[in-house]
Structures are given as structure tokens and as C-alpha cells.
């Protein structure tokens, strides 16, 4: 694996660099950390990269090591840059026979990513994008319930995602990660709709295997001062019939990553809270509500998928680091089936790909425009 | 107190009784309690009341009443019949010079309700509408502190009303309390909406103290051949920039009655949920969280109203009943304050009243326009 | 109901008029409110009780109903002073010819318990003690599941009371209710043992069906210059080889009415705390665990007793007023069934009785001598 | 590092391998994972070892690795066998030179215990025992809290671990680990007692701050034909006046591995529950109980190590494997600062030592011969 941006003090590359360690299926072996070539030759040693494979620039890298020999080189590359960085990058390393992991939004804009698109289907590469909530157990467990028509015919979803850290306006105040993020150059067109309505939407097409054709959108700049959206409510409807609701905010003041979906069919539903990932709650219509665990042995219940990404039996939690790994993790499976001629089974294929990365960016333009129209509904287009 | 409607077998009529009597203010003195002759007979012997104050239509009720002696006639008459036939009685008893508790949503059409508006305000007579969940204490505890400002200004508000037990086509399957509120022309021009629609938009505008200025709502019939909307999804506008949603849902298979505000401020935010009800959660931007409950010792802390409201110390838990109770509670000392010829305290006069029965008429016939519309946003008329 | 003690301002006296008073089945007739003339006169005016039936002590009260004719005098009274004056008025209501309802711990000590338990067996009239927390409709519900063995063969039991209004000499800043009940001679030989241990022990005995045979304790003074434990620990053995911990606790700083009880089975266990009485966890060894609601609607899974005791359906709470109206509730049947001649079934029979009372002095006087003892285990005497 | 025993199929093996490999700062470079030659060969393929560092015993490899230059041989070894194989790999290491990490408990008898504390005083080099609970940054802020007087003046701790996997006999139904636990030639004296209560008692010495003084036991063989205690329930008493109680089962059934614990002080008391293991409650005597948070942002709240122990930001739950992976990192980072001349900081020598092994073996034998004494209280002797 070859990292491109993630420096020092940035967050999510640490993550993405335990997240991929994990299982010790992936070795970092080159990066290029920073744009700032003192962090990023300073963030290399840290990382104990050799010298000779310490980049500072991402053209830089992708070039040197698609000369080294196959043995050697990196498999695939890394993204962890803001938005607007994504897509040079991305399309260089598939140009060059890279795989590719990058962060979400997959993009700056939809275009950059229908061209991902166009290059993934070209070059039979594998792209996989960064939606972490996808990876925990029980997320996996409530998509095989609600798919496999346990819970009847869906009905309703209501996905929410509260965050309160712009409560303020911490851009002006110091803090890197929301000045990026709640600038249009920088973030896209859209700010806490890109940043976190973008998971929301992802894990309800996600879970329930639906996807959103209709939308109506109310986004707000609530922090004075603010550039982009910090909070927003989209109203939704869903194939076959299925309507929702989503709600992301950024200044819901005192909330952390209170990520919540719910989904309703005939028969019962389910609810499930990242903060506390390990348990699925399953409600019947006429039937005690059940508490699912992840790592638990209830023989029969639990699904292959939600299975195979527990490391730990049933009340050892496991977290968001983990749910990040069983993204990597999947996506090596992946990789190490083509390299060893295999096939790749759908359970190692389960990790989110580039078409989900167009229908993210998708989501963004189309939140955008329904927040702009007086009309009621528009058409989710791609 | 004289009752029109609630029989045997009805729930709500045998929740307002105990919701009366629970204060030892209040005494159920006669009843017109089934428009079937024999059902008001039987639940009145069963009730104790006297044969002479048995009654068999609420005309006759009030006529004989009215007739009686000041020391010995009934102070209120309470409403407890479906929707379509609130009108009627609550009407009467104002022309003959009775208060009024009345459920709701508070009459069949907007049109009604304003009628009973003026006649409240050229009476002087009080109309008390039961909505229940404001009489939580951690509910007045909410209010005071949104409205004292310490969660700084407003920002958000999230209300969602989840049910499920009208999942299936109970109303074909002898169910009393699904036919009549499935069905138009006993329940009014929303179904859920009025059921518990109007709850929640209740809970939100008497916490918040802001009134909702405009909605975009998209209103389903989930269940295939039922006659009114039983789900229901709404943007939401309310006074000083606040935005909000508004979820209610009687298909949600597997939930209870799950109703659940959260409201953020500038600072912090509030969490209830009325399944829970002596719990209230205040979230604070940079310092932990806090759990308030009912009844306890915070020196300081806790609202006058939300210790009025409360009838046992910490961790014995008030439920509905109590909740109930104090709407009763609190009517009933507004009436004695009358007869005692004194001013009702602002602590006595914390009880829904004939105001806030035209905002939840307005609420559906805002909504219905709204779901029928193509118009994204509508403005909230009365 | 004639009531002996409960004057203004005393806490339990007015939860029992509310309990007494929730079904509609009982009256508040008459009572001897306080040893204090002028609290015992404005209380009963407070409670618009008739002059001549305001009594000054329970010895006029007694004496003075029993003459009166059957129809108008009342059928029990109901006794709710400190401790030390339980047995006074219990044992002349029986010798009179009443039922009696009495607080626990039922008398002051243990012979007092033996000698009013033989009058009730000579008489056989009622003597209700008032377990509040056995009245809970999900204790009934996790009694009928560890009874009917469907947990399979119980195991262990650990139940736990935990409060904090003790964590202060507050018997000497002017709270009265910490006064006596730290008080040896009002209280008896135990502080917290007996106010809310006893609780604990009964609510084991009550859901489990099995009875203590040894137990090995540790009382602790913890605050400095208190005449009573105020906190303990006790090892129990009970019948079948069960095992068991017991912990109640006055000085567990922070914490309010915190019971709650876990019984383990050889299939699966419950688990049950009082401060969100409606919910049942109900864990199995290979299964998810389920959590069951009062009110509830789950065809064939709520025992008949838990239905009974509900009065409101699911997401609709009780609590401890509804729990100790059932307990009221199950006594006026009984009494009730009696006047009609008929026999009490097996339901109205559920309530805490004589035989209770005297296990739970039996438990003070063990667990003092235990605590007091440097053998390990003591055998349960009654 | 070089790994003893954790062949392929050896759950805690795994999990270590993991928690090193965490934070990027340790690397397993050897192993003797097996003592079947088959399994160690293939397991150590599969964890891609070199052949030349592929041992079949722990002898050959304590020999061959301390052969190795400075620069090359590894800094410690990893000892994951069952109790009774501990001791033989921990002296040689110690011996030769190598530090040692350790599974709990950290010997078969209490001498060996006591052995191996005279060696690391002799050779100053670092044992590090896995109590992986006392990782997690809640329970260091516990800590933090409680022994720096916020709470006031300890009182009471209640310390739970309730397991349910060995409900069953299942040692004789091929369940390995239930295997060796149950069988003494293999895990020592006590069963439950040393396999989780342990864990519950070096928690509770851990977060207080203060050691078990004196003890009374009662443990229980509750399946029948089983050959160690599985349950048990222990009173206890601690330094400094303060009393508790311990309840290790693990025929609990239904529970996964439910570890909690409740300290209260003068002030206040915390509360944590290992199965959400990022919340720390904390309640307080007269003010709203707090929820504090792993990784949340409030300035002048969370300890320094609370700090220190954290990956992610609030909301994004860390669990066991990261608790783990904090014990190896303090640990990785004292063996680095010795490496660099430097001396340790309190944050880096903060994970459980020699010392407390020793006090676990002792607690061990302490319960065993306590619940085989009629006496009341035993003293705990090491």
C-alpha cells in the first residue's frame, strides 16, 4: 500500500493506516504524506518508510514505484487528501495499474466521478471507497435480514446522522479539518450533506438493497458566516414504494457521530447506532424485541457475512477501527484472489465500490439542486 | 366531572378516569358514556354513578345538568368520543356555561375549531385539550430550558412519532379503535396525522415555544386499501430561523409508542423520549452529557414546573397515568382558583388549551394541502 | 380504608392514598392522620374527610368504627407509621374485626411479626403488606417465566438496592424520614436492612418462589456517628442449591431508587430494575435476548398475571403509583370477593401477605445476627 | 517479539497478534505457536514467519533468539499458553535476558507467581500481565477520578463479571478452551475465579487505588461433573474502611462478558460496563449523573491518560482489541524508552506488572481457601 496525503496530525490517515495494518494482510510500504515536503518526509520516518520510497508528490510515487518490479511494488494506493485531491490521484493510479482506495466523497464533482467510473470499468481494476459503516458486523446482519425478507417487505427508513462539532465557527478558529470542509474550493459543492449525508444515504441504500429515486431537500447554513451547508433534511423515496428520511446536521451541539438507522417492513424492523455498533435491535410486530449481538453464537441467526467480520466473540466490542478494517480487509481478500487467479467470493467482494462512489457524488448534486428548486420532488439523477 | 363517551371496553375513557381521580380533585359525577343505551347503562352501574345522573345522549346530559343546583352540578364536561364528535358536545357544554376537556385532535375540521375558539373567548370558560405527553415533568423541564435560553438560541428540532400496530388492516379485523380512525368520516382528513401527527407537532411547538411558520409534507398510505394516510414524513420551518422534521408513523412495525423529541441549541440540546419519560438528556457542546430525572434533588436544577408536575422523589418512576394527570391536575386548580375567586397562577394555567386545539386542526389541514401539492414549501395558515 | 398516620407532608401516607384511590375500587373513609392533634385535623380537612370521622389516635378510630353498622364502617385500615408503631394498630384492627394494610418492614421486631401473623391465621382476615415493587406487572411477568421453568432450573440470584440519600448524617439536618430510620428505637435493629433490604430479600423470594436457608452478612456503618447500618452485603443460599448476592446500599452516593434483580436459569435468565419497571430482559444461552414490555402484545408471552396488573397498553408507562395500586388493587378484590361470599382467586390473591411480613422481619433479625457473627453461614430462622 | 503458543484456532493468540500490531510499533517476528509441530509450522506460514524463526518449542527459541545480534533478535516474548505453561517460558525469557508479556493469570501456583516477581526485581527487566480491561481509557479516567479525591473519600466498590459460556458441560462436548479452564492439571486452584475474577478484582484495586485486605468466600460448582468452581460471590474488604463485593459466574447463561463496575465515594460514585465500554457514568449526590466519553472534547474533564489511551475521536468506538493494543503500546513504549537511554514516564509504565500478578495468584488462593473455611473473614495473604 502507497499513501497519498495522511501526514502527521492528519486524522483519518492514522485511521486508514491501523484500519489496513489490522489484519496483517497490508504492509504501507511508500508514501506521498504531504504536500509540504517536511511533513511529508518527516511523517515517512515516523511511519519507518525507507527513504528511497518516500514521495513528495503523489505523480511522483505512482510513477517510481509502477517502474519497480511487480514483486515489489505496491498493489494499490491510498487517498486520504481532502475532496478536491481525490480525483488526480485516483486516476493516475488506475492509468497506471494501481488499485485504489479512496476516502468519501470519491470525488469533487460528479463528473471526476463517472470518469473513475468509465477507468475502473476499462481496466478491471478495483476501486474501493472508504464508507466505514458499511464495515461493522451488524450492519452487515440488518442488510441480510431486511434483503432476505425475514422482516416482510420494507417499508420506511429513516437514517440520521448528528454531529455537533461546527456547532461554532470553528474554520475561522484554527481547525484544519473543518476549514476544508466547510470550504467549496476545498469540499465540493455541498458541506455536511458531502461530508456525512453522503455516508447516511450510502448506508440506507446500503442495508436495505433500495435505491433512492426521488428526493426533496432542505439545506442550511445555520453557523453565521458559513459557506456551505451545516445541517440539512431530505425528505426520500425509495424503490418499491419505500419512503424515508434523512436527516445530517453538523451543529446539533453536543451530539458526537451519532450515526442511527432504522427500517420498517411488514413484519418488524430494525435500529441500529453506531456509538454502540455491537448491538442490532430487531423489533417484531407481534414478538418481543430482540437484541442482536455481533460475535455472538445464536446458531442459525447470525448471517455468514456478519460473521465473518467479528474478530472477537460475542461481548468483546469491537469498533469503528475494526468496521474500517473489514473494509481493507475485504478489498485485500480481493486483491489476493486475483493474484492467486482465483475468483473472488461475494463476501470478500463486499466492500464499496466505485459505483457507489458515483451515486455519493450524486447524491451531493442532487441534494443541491432539490435544496435550490420550489419544486417538491426531484428525480435522483445520475 | 360528567363524561360523554368512554364505555366499557373504551381505552381512553378509562385512562381519563384515572387520569382525574389521581389528585383526589376531581370526581366523575355522571356520564352519557355510549350512544348505545344499554353499553351506558351497564358502564355507568359498573362506574357507580347514580341512575339519576345516567345519561343517555350528551344533549340530555348537559340540559339536566345545567338544570341542577350550583353546589351540585357537574364543574366540566370531558370528551372522549372519536374525532367526528367532539364538536357537538364541546360546543354545548361552552353555550351552557360548562369548561371543557376535550381529547384530540380537538374537532373534525379547522373550521370547527375556530368556532370553538370564539365561543371559548366570549365565555371565559376554559377548554383543556389532552394532550398528554406535555404533562411529563421532564417535559416542562425541557421547555424552561430551551426557553431560558441555556442551550443558547435554537437551531433544530427532530420529532418522530413511531407506532406499528396499525402495520396491518387491523380495521378489517374488528379492531373498534383502527376502524374509526382509519375511516374519514370519523376521524377527519389525516389519519395519522391527526392521531399522532398532531402530538408531535404539539410537543415540538409548546418545548420549543417557536410556532411552525411552513412544511413540506409528503403524508403515505402505506397499507394497501386503507382509506387515510398511516405514515408520514415532514420538513419543517418554525419562527427564528429554526429548522426542523417532523416523523410520524403508525406502520412501523414492532415500535410501541415511541415518541421522541430532540432539540439543539447554540450550546446544547435536549433528548426525550416518552417510553422513558423521567429521563431527560442534556447534551452540552464541549462538556459531558447529563441525565436529569423526575423528582430528583439538583439543587437548582430542576424547573418549578417540572417539580410541581412530579408526585414521588427520584427513581420511582411517573408514567402516562401521571402525565395524564397533571393536565388534570392542573385544570382542575385553574377551575377552583375561578370558584375561589382568585387568578389562576401561570403554574395552574399549564394545561393544552382551545389555542393550541386551532394550531393542531391547522397542523392537518396544513399538511394534507402540503402532501397534495407540488409546491415544495407551504405556508402554516390557521 | 381508614388510614393511621400519613399526615400532610408525609411522603408514603400520600402514595398510599394514590394507590388506594387509582382503581376507583377504594375510599378514603376515615383516619387518625397524626399523633399531633392539629396536623391530624388539617390533614383530614386537607382530605375532605367528615369531622366525625377525624380521629386523634387509631384507638378512637378502631374503636369508634367497629361500632358503626357494617355498611358505612370501613372494611380495613391501612398503616403507614414508622416502624416501631406498625404493631399497635395492625394487632387491635384484627382483634376488631378488620383487614389491615400495613408498610413494611411489618412491625418491629419479630415476635410483634409472629403474634400478628397468628391472628390473622385465628381470624382469618386480611393483612396486606405493601412490597411495592412485587406489584410491578413485569415482576409478576419474570416470576411466571423463572416458575414455570421455562429458564430452565434457577441457579443464581443477585439482587441489588441501591440509594444515595444516606450519604450524609441527614438525620441531624432536619430530614425527618432519615430521623427515624436511623433511629434503633423507631426503626429497629436495622438502618437500611430493613428499609430497603427487606425489599430486596422479598422481591428474591417473591419472583424466584424459593426461599433463603443461610446467609452470610456484612452490615456497615459507613457515615460516622450513625446508630444503624447503612449499607450492607449478604451471601444467600437458597432452597435447590441456589446461590445468591445480596447488596442494598443507602450511602451508593448519586444513586436514587436503584433495584434490580437477576435470576439465572440453566436455559437463560431475566434481568429487571425497577427505575424502567416496564421492560423485561430476558436473556437465552444460545438465543438473542429479548426484552419484554408491559402492556405489550405478544400472543402466547405475557403471563396472565402481567396483563392483569397492566392498565394502559405498550410505550404507555407505569410505574411505582400503578405497581403500588396493583398491590391495593389485588387486596380490595380479595376483600371484595369476600363480601360477595365468593372465593378470592388466585390473581386477587396476589399480594403481599402476613407470612411475608414475618420472612422479612425473620431477614432483619438474620442478617444483624450474621453480620454480628464470625461464623461464616447462619441458617435462616424464623 | 516472539510469540509462545496462539497457534492457528487459538483465540487469544489472535488477539494479541492484533493489540501488537496496532499502533505500528511492535512486530511479531518469531514464534513457537504450538507444541503439535504440524500446527506450529503451518500457523507460523500463515502468519508469514520466516522458517528460520519457526520454533517447535519455547526452549529453542528463548536459545536461538538469544544468539541473535542485539539489532536483530526480538525485545520480548508473548506468552499465550494455558495458566499451567506460563511459568516455564516466562523464567527462561527473564533468564536470558528478554522481556515477557503474559496472560492472566500470570501462573499455576502462587509460589511461581512470587518467583517470577523475584526475577524481574533481579533483572529490572519488564513483565507485562494482560488485564486487558484496565486498557481502556474509561476506566483510566475512572481511575484518574476516583483516586484524585473528585468523588471524595471511597466507599463502596460492586464489581460484576458475568459470563454464560459454560452454562453447559461443555468441556466434555470438544469446547477446548472450556477444556483446559475446567480441568486443574491445567488452569490451577480456582476456575471462574481465575480465569475472570481475577480480571473483576485486579479492576477493582486497579481503579481504587486500594487492595483487598480481607475476604469471604463462596464459590460454587453449579453444572454438575464439573471439576472447578464456576461461580462464585466473594465479600470484600479493602484498605481505608472501604467495603465491597465481587460476582465472577460463568454460568450466568445468556451473558456474553458482562464486567462492571461501581464505585462510590462521599460525592459521588462512577459506574462502567465493559460491553459499552466508552461510557464512564458518573453520578453525583446532589447534581445530574454525566456521561462522559472516550475521545469527547471537554476541556479540563478527561485525564491525561483518559487522553493518552484514545485513537479516535468521541463517537467513534474503540473496544477490547483497542484496550488490548493500549496495554502492548505503554508497554512498547517503556521497552523503547529503556532502548533510548531514557527513563519511562508514568503514561508509559502504565500497564499491569509483575506485582499484580502476584496479588492475582494470591487472590486466587485466597477465595479457594476461604470458601473452604468456616470462618467468616479470611486475611489476604501473599
Sequence with gaps: MGMVGGGKDAFIGAIHRIAANMDGLIELSCGALSIHPEIAKE???????????????????????????????????????????HFGPAMMALENGFNVVVEKPMTFTLEEAKALQKKVDETGLQLCLTHTYSGYPMIKQARDMVQSGVLGKPRKIVVEYLQG?????????????????TDPSKSGKAGCMGDIGTHA???????????????????????????????????????????????ASQIAAGEE??????????????????????TLLVKWLDEPAQILRAGSNYPGILSKAAIDNCRTPGGHPEGYLEAF?????????????????????????????????????????????????NEKWINFKV
Design 43 to 85: 511523517s515517512a520516518e515516523m511511519l519507518f518508510l525507507p527513504k528511497d520510497r518516500t514521495y513528495l508528490s503523489y505523480e511522483e510515487m505512482i510513477s517510481n514505484e509502477s517502474k519497480m518490479p511487480a514483486d515489489k511494488r505496491i498493489d494499490f494506493i491510498t487517498i486520504v487528501t481532502p475532496n478536491f485531491a
Design 165 to 181: 462539532w461546527l456547532s461554532k465557527l470553528s474554520e475561522r478558529e484554527g481547525n484544519k479539518g473543518a476549514a476544508w470542509r
Design 201 to 247: 444515504a450510502h448506508l440506507a441504500e446500503y442495508v436495505s438493497g433500495l435505491k433512492i429515486t426521488q428526493l426533496c431537500a432542505n439545506l442550511n447554513v445555520v453557523v453565521p458566516g458559513r459557506m456551505l451547508d451545516d445541517d440539512g433534511n431530505v425528505l426520500l423515496r425509495f424503490e418499491n414504494d419505500v419512503n424515508g428520511v434523512l436527516v
Design 257 to 278: 457521530n451519532n450515526l442511527k438507522l432504522k427500517i420498517y417492513g411488514e413484519k418488524g424492523g430494525i435500529e441500529w447506532a453506531q456509538q454502540e455498533p455491537n
Design 325 to 373: 478494517g473489514n473494509i481493507y480487509k475485504n478489498f485485500a481478500h480481493t486483491l489476493m484472489a486475483k493474484l492467486e487467479g482465483k475468483t473472488a467470493t461475494k463476501e470478500m467482494l463486499d466492500f464499496p465500490k466505485v459505483d457507489e462512489g458515483v451515486r455519493g457524488m450524486a447524491f451531493i448534486e442532487n441534494v443541491v439542486a432539490s435544496s435550490q428548486s
